[in-house]
């Protein structure tokens, strides 16, 4: 049973680039998370989705991040106009159901470098 | 609002016992959390607590008072390998199931 899949690992874009970020949660999951996680500090909630839908968006920047989950495919995080403070690594989670009891399962991230 | 601390840095010797704590304060508590991350890798899932006391797990245990806002997680005969960051997080009650991580303990084992 894969576990959750994130690509691209490492990413490297110019300031003013996009960013796409892909994620595919566990066999069976149909909850997934972004978090950030900025060099020696925490993980940093920015979205909670379920299917076709957003439900806590509080983490968000309100400007060039944008988060969705089709209903077929990947959940991606897009990043318009990346600026360096955006350099950081950028962990996906999913759930099976959106209870309060199960624990997150992480991917193994990825990296984004904005030069 | 949501605030977890834990200490920046902690060092002990292999095969000794280290006891990692987390102090919470949140708005509806339901559930907490403790992840181990080693450099450049995902976070992993060690232990839960919603109740008062003790889970023990192995050489990993985690303790919860809720009432004191408080948790720790013990190690207990540390190996090389155990050298990593370990997360507290925290899960409250109108959070719709997302984890509000501190900004972790990192663990240098030495021989």
């Known amino acids: 049973n894969a576990g959750v899949m994130q690509n691209p690992r490492h990413l490297v874009r110019r300031r003013g680039q996009e960013a796409r970020l892909r994620c595919s949660p566990m066999k069976g999951h149909s909850h997934v998370y972004w978090y950030r996680q900025l060099p020696e500090e925490g993980l940093k909630f920015m979205v909670y989705?379920?299917?076709?839908?957003?439900?806590?968006e509080s983490g968000m920047p309100k400007e060039r991040f944008s988060a969705e989950f089709p209903k077929e495919g990947p959940s991606i995080l897009r990043i318009q106009q990346v600026v360096r403070g955006d350099s950081a690594a950028y962990f996906c989670a999913s759930s099976p159901v959106g209870t309060n009891t199960g624990e997150l399962f992480f991917g193994e991230g990825s990296r984004l470098t904005v030069l | 609002g949501q605030n977890i601390d834990q200490p920046t840095e902690m060092t002990a010797t292999e095969g000794a016992i280290v006891q990692i704590n987390c102090t919470y304060q949140?708005?509806?508590?339901?559930?907490l959390f403790w992840y181990q991350q080693h450099a450049g890798e995902a976070p992993t899932f060690l232990s839960y607590?919603?109740?008062?006391g003790l889970e023990e797990k192995g050489r990993f245990s985690s303790f919860l008072s809720r009432s004191k806002g408080y948790s720790y997680l013990l190690l207990k005969e540390l190996q090389m390998k155990d050298s990593a960051s370990y997360l507290c997080?925290?899960?409250?009650?109108?959070?719709?199931?997302?984890?509000?991580f501190g900004k972790g303990t990192k663990l240098s084992v030495k021989p």
């Open positions: 607590n919603v109740l008062d």
């Open positions: 949140t708005s509806g508590f339901n559930g």
């Open positions: 989705l379920q299917k076709e839908n957003i439900i806590d």
């Open positions: 997080a925290v899960r409250s009650r109108g959070s719709q199931g997302n984890l509000i």
